[in-house]
T-cell receptor, first 111, second 111 residues
Framework: EDQVTQSPEALRLQEGESSSLNCSYT??????LFWYRQDPGKGPEFLFT???AGEEKEKERLKATLTKKESFLHITAPKPEDSATYLC????????????FGTGTRLTVIP | DGGITQSPKYLFRKEGQNVTLSCEQN?????MYWYRQDPGQGLRLIYY???????QKGDIAEGYSVSREKKESFPLTVTSAQKNPTAFYLC??????????FGSGTRLTVV
């Protein structure tokens, strides 16, 4: 069964304090792994897609990496505006194009 | 600007009433999706459509119905058979290679 587990559930950081969010997954053939940012009361905003182990992508203070069993979202020197819930999702190779989501990590960056 | 428009933003439903949530996209995507989001749970797939006049049930389709008469539109009806409809509903359209674009969501509350 396809499954996505994100940890920690919540994370509080001081401004400038770097850290990583984890996404562990079990899927019968991975087509892609997606990271989204979601602000309260809004729809998820696309950040990255990773397709194969060893792949890395960066955007401003965020860097996503992928191994065969997990993905990390590294946040370097975060700012208060990075506070949000970060969602991870996997897309299996088989079947339709739908994504399976984790429950997210709620990040709070304190000034 | 291209994107997905969901309406209304807030919706209140009385017991035994059917309600319809609107989703319109101008991204020229073939695939469209409806997800439900509850606190502490990942997004769960309700229905998806990969082409006009065709749609498939997702993981939690009971009590919901959809139609796909136009490429741009994928409305979701929450029927009286859905026993616990209070949730945040998200519509998305997708490109297989570039991930999903989400709307801003509709918050449905039973009164």
């Amino acid at each position: 069964e396809d499954q996505v587990t994100q940890s920690p559930e919540a994370l509080r950081l001081q401004e400038g304090e770097s850290s990583s969010l984890n996404c562990s997954y079990t899927v019968s053939g991975l087509r892609g792994l997606f990271w989204y940012r979601q602000d309260p009361g809004k729809g998820p905003e696309f950040l990255f897609t990773l397709y194969s182990a060893g792949e890395e992508k960066e955007k401003e203070r965020l860097k996503a990496t992928l191994t065969k069993k997990e993905s990390f979202l590294h946040i370097t020197a975060p700012k208060p505006e990075d506070s949000a819930t970060y969602l991870c999702a996997v897309q299996p190779r088989r079947g339709a194009n739908n994504l399976f989501f984790g429950t997210g990590t709620r990040l709070t960056v304190i000034p | 600007d291209g994107g997905i428009t969901q309406s209304p933003k807030y919706l209140f439903r009385k017991e035994g009433q059917n309600v319809t949530l609107s989703c319109e996209q101008n991204l020229n995507h073939d695939a469209m999706y409806w997800y439900r989001q509850d606190p502490g749970q990942g997004l769960r797939l309700i229905y998806y459509s990969q082409i006009v006049n065709d749609f498939q049930k997702g993981d939690i389709a009971e009590g919901y119905s959809v139609s796909r008469e136009k490429k741009e539109s994928f409305p979701l009806t929450v029927t009286s058979a859905q026993k616990n409809p209070t949730a945040f509903y998200l519509c998305a359209s997708g490109d297989r290679d570039y991930g999903y674009t989400f709307g801003s969501g509709t918050r449905l509350t039973v009164v």
